[in-house]
């Protein structure tokens, strides 16, 4: 019988995890809890920081640079509230507008994390194994508008270099510049809708349209997929129940209430919790029985071959 198939989150049935960042994004964008939005932005770090290791620097330092500008700008623009903890040029600073900008800022920088998470372990073969479920048309369309992204910019590239070597960038200046780009532009275009009528052309004649369109796709599903949707359904709809039934209400204006605390809170807390540590715990599962499985380093010694006569 063959074993259980070690697996990170990444190499999942893309739909499974397409459900997943759905779940998890959807839930924290349209709850106003900070307990929530905060729990997500922990998921996120901590997922993002199992896929990269510490590598990422750039974008820790914008998405801290853009956490601070957003919990900043707030209570300098909105001066909602009845604590007021400053007063700058007879303009109040409140408390509320304070917790409303880290509140807002938490969630942002949240869904940035996922969204680029997202973009790591979504391929283009996997988002269009997501579209392929929903419309084969648009399946065909997004794989060839994907295909085109790179080959503009490497036409671009091979255009510009020709300007180049023909020496119509001499005049290092401004206005120099814009008509070389312009220029390049132009001649982009034009090859564009050549290579745009040469595609056409030959997908009618490899018979596009004439018979119903079949794809072909690496995934399936798998008895693990299928364990995954269903935790990430149930979890999801703990914390969604919980959160419909009001266990998670909260307003800064115009002051700050939240609602009472009870068992749906706090199972609604921790289905949600558990929902965003799913790829980390799925991830630290795979590591650690790839380590056990690793060979213990005693090799098998090969007996040497005796010289034949």
């Keep these: 019988m063959e ?10 049935d893309p739909a499974v995890t397409a459900v997943y960042f759905a779940a998890v994004m959807g839930l924290a964008m349209f709850s106003n809890s900070p307990a929530i939005t905060l729990l997500s932005l922990c998921g996120a770090l901590l997922y993002f920081f199992s896929l ?3 590598s990422g620097g750039r974008f820790h330092l914008f998405a801290f640079l853009l956490f601070i500008i957003l919990a900043a700008v707030n209570p300098l623009v909105s001066h909602n509230g009845t ?23 938490v969630l942002i920088t949240g869904t940035l994390y996922w969204l680029r998470c997202f973009t790591q372990i979504m391929t283009t073969d996997k988002l269009l194994r997501v579209t392929g479920f929903l419309s084969p048309k648009l399946s065909l369309v997004l794989s060839m508008a994907v295909r085109f992204v790179p080959l503009f910019g490497r036409q671009w590239q091979k255009i510009n270099n020709a300007q180049r070597a023909m020496g119509l960038y001499r005049e290092d200046n401004a206005i120099d510049g814009a008509r070389g780009s312009l220029r390049v532009f132009s001649v982009l275009v034009t090859w564009a809708l050549e290579n745009g ?14 018979s119903r369109r079949t794809s072909f796709h690496k995934f399936r599903l798998r008895h693990g997929d299928y364990i995954l ?38 199972t609604g807390a921790a289905a949600y919790g558990l929902l965003v540590l ?3 715990i799925i991830d630290m599962e795979a590591r650690i029985r ?12 090969i007996p040497e071959r005796k010289n034949m006569p």
């Design 3 to 12: 074993g259980r198939r070690v697996r990170s989150f990444s190499e999942y």
């Design 52 to 54: 990269n290791g510490t």
């Design 83 to 105: 604590t007021v903890l400053l007063v700058v040029n007879d303009r109040p600073i409140t408390l509320e507008a304070l917790i409303y900008g880290l509140c807002s800022s």
């Design 197 to 210: 009528i040469t595609t056409a052309d030959s997908m009618e004649a490899r018979g596009c349209g004439v």
């Design 229 to 266: 949707l269903a935790a990430e359904l149930i979890l999801f709809a703990g914390a969604a129940s919980a959160a419909a039934a009001g266990a998670f209400d909260f307003s800064c204006y115009p002051s700050v209430t939240m609602a009472e605390r009870d068992w749906r809170t706090y």
């Design 278 to 280: 799913l790829p980390v």
């Design 290 to 301: 790839w380590s056990l499985l690793k060979p213990t380093g005693l090799a098998l010694s």
